[in-house]
């Protein structure tokens, strides 16, 4: 190559691969792009609706706008619910094994993660080279899930966003005797009723949720709280520290958690072909 093209050639930009994770759940779909670095260049998350395929389209459209159009993308890794549906993925994994993965690239030592989800609630332990030991799973109903809390919030006439303030203004609350949404439905009528304050009964719903998660499985040593429910309800994470004595970690955007891990392995395969 002769100066004047090497001197052309240098001025031209290295395109940067991209490797992308996809985590469709019941409720939300959650898309990332990492470069070859391990840096998110853009994230996206949307509800997932009744068209899965189309939804996981949309978040990786609007995510390649954010980078600039690119569509350098590597390799694209499935998870959650609905990862079959992801027509431009060039494999599929476990929801268990993606959000393992992402929470051991936060915080690298043995943890046991607890996600709460939009439809279930999962219990996985780490050893200390991320190495899944065992989890748990929680699908037979919406109590203590995100389902249950949006289900409390219509109950009392709120937005699902004013749920966390008012919680943080209390540390009184209600106990909700029964898991069962519907039942709890009408327990909050009675509470209503008797003139109890809504922050009260607001952070038993949250206590409720973090009751459910503790007799699913001990949590034993560090716990890690991800998923969509803390994301957007911090105090929650705060409730199960007072709950189990001892501080909970939260990682960076916890919703992404099984995204950033499904991007995480997209890149770990693309390096070994």
Do not use: W
Request: proline letters at 4%; glycine letters at 10%; one cysteine or more.
């Amino acid at each position: 190559m002769s100066g004047e093209e090497q001197e052309k050639a240098s001025k031209v930009p290295s395109v940067r691969k991209l490797f992308c994770g996809v985590d469709v759940g019941a409720s939300a779909t959650k898309l990332i792009l990492l470069d070859s670095e391990r840096k998110v260049r853009a994230k996206v998350v949307r509800p997932s609706g009744v068209d899965y395929a189309a939804t996981a389209k949309e978040c990786l459209d609007q995510a390649a706008a954010e980078v600039g159009g690119s569509r350098d993308i590597a390799r694209t890794v499935s998870t959650g619910y609905g990862r079959r549906n992801v027509n431009f993925a060039d494999a599929s994994l476990t929801e268990i094994h993606c959000h393992g993965v992402g929470c051991y690239h936060h915080i690298p030592r043995p943890i046991t993660i607890v996600d709460i989800g939009g439809q279930d609630n999962k219990v996985i332990r780490l050893d200390a080279s991320g190495q899944r030991l065992d989890f748990k799973m929680n699908r037979k109903c919406a109590a203590g899930t995100g389902a249950f809390i949006e289900e409390m919030a219509l109950r009392l006439g709120l937005d699902v966003g004013e749920m966390d303030p008012l919680a943080r203004t209390t540390e009184e609350a209600v106990r909700l005797s029964s898991f069962c949404t519907v039942f709890a439905k009408t327990e909050i009528l009675a509470h209503l009723r008797k003139g109890i304050p809504v922050a009260e009964i607001v952070r038993g719903a949250f206590m409720s949720v973090i009751q459910r998660v503790v007799e699913m499985d001990p949590l034993d040593g560090e716990v890690v709280l991800t998923g969509g429910v803390v994301e957007y309800n911090p105090t929650i994470a705060d409730i199960l520290s007072k709950k189990i004595g001892r501080r909970v970690e939260v990682p960076p955007h916890p919703q992404y958690t099984g995204a950033l891990g499904a991007a995480l392995v997209a890149l770990r395969q693309s390096e070994k072909k």
